[in-house]
């Protein structure tokens, strides 16, 4: 069955740590790839997506994600958070009409 | 930029009343979602539409229907309101069925029923 497994529910870091968000799948046609962001109060957006080329994809404020595919795994990371970075993040990955969604990670940074 | 409008971002309703979630997107996309979103589930789909009058099941469709009579917009009716379907309901469309093309999302309706 398709899924996407998000491992940590819950993240806290102080300001400036290193972060890294895992997210796992198990799809198998070709697979693209997407992290969604949801900042407090406001509503789900792109953060970055994978498609085929280059495995490491960079995308805004700073993030970025790296296929393996021979682990199934699109972790998100970012070298330096900042406090605006609180938010919940979604891994998704695409079925047939459809995006399969992980139960997501909220990331408190504290500052 | 691409927008998704829902009509409501906060509603309560009894049990049993009959509502309607609206949604609009003006670029003019194919494909149309609802989900709800409840913590720790992530989003769960519960139905979405290819094209003007056609939908589909998606993971939860108990309780719910849909309606996407013109392209741009597609309701979701939730027949007999009940205290399980309190949640936050979430709209998305996207352009075509390609797996690369990202959904767009709307504010969102926090909908309460007591």
């Known amino acids: 069955a398709q899924s996407v497994s998000q491992h940590n529910h819950h993240v806290i870091l102080s300001e400036a740590a290193s972060l890294e968000l895992g997210c796992n799948y198990s799809?198998?046609?070709?697979?693209?790839l997407f992290w969604y962001v949801q900042y407090p109060g406001q509503h789900l957006q792109l953060l970055l997506k994978?498609?085929?080329?280059d495995p490491l994809v960079k995308g805004i404020k700073g993030f970025e994600a790296e296929f393996i595919k021979s682990k199934f795994s699109f972790n998100l990371r970012k070298p330096s958070v900042q406090w605006s970075d609180t938010a919940e993040y979604f891994c998704?990955?695409?079925?047939?009409?459809?995006?399969?969604w992980g139960a997501g990670t909220k990331l408190i940074i504290k500052p | 930029d691409v927008k998704v409008t829902q009509s409501s971002r906060y509603l309560v309703k009894r049990t049993g009343e009959k509502v309607f979630l609206e949604c609009v997107q003006d670029?003019?996309?194919?494909?149309m979602f609802w989900y709800r979103q409840d913590p720790g589930l992530g989003l769960r789909l519960i139905y979405f539409?290819?094209?003007?009058?056609?939908?589909e099941k998606g993971d939860i469709p108990e309780g719910y229907s849909v309606s996407r009579e013109k392209k741009e917009r597609f309701s979701l009716i939730l027949e007999s309101a009940s205290t399980n379907q309190t949640s936050m309901y979430l709209c998305?469309?996207?352009?075509?069925?390609?797996?690369?093309?990202?959904?767009?999302f709307g504010p969102g309706t926090r909908l309460t029923v007591t």
């Open positions: 539409s290819y094209d003007v009058k056609m939908k």
């Open positions: 994978y498609f085929s080329g």
């Open positions: 670029m003019d996309h194919e494909n």
């Open positions: 998704a990955v695409n079925g047939n009409y459809q995006l399969i």
């Open positions: 799809y198998g046609g070709t697979v693209n």
């Open positions: 998305a469309s996207r352009p075509t069925s390609g797996g690369a093309s990202e959904q767009y």
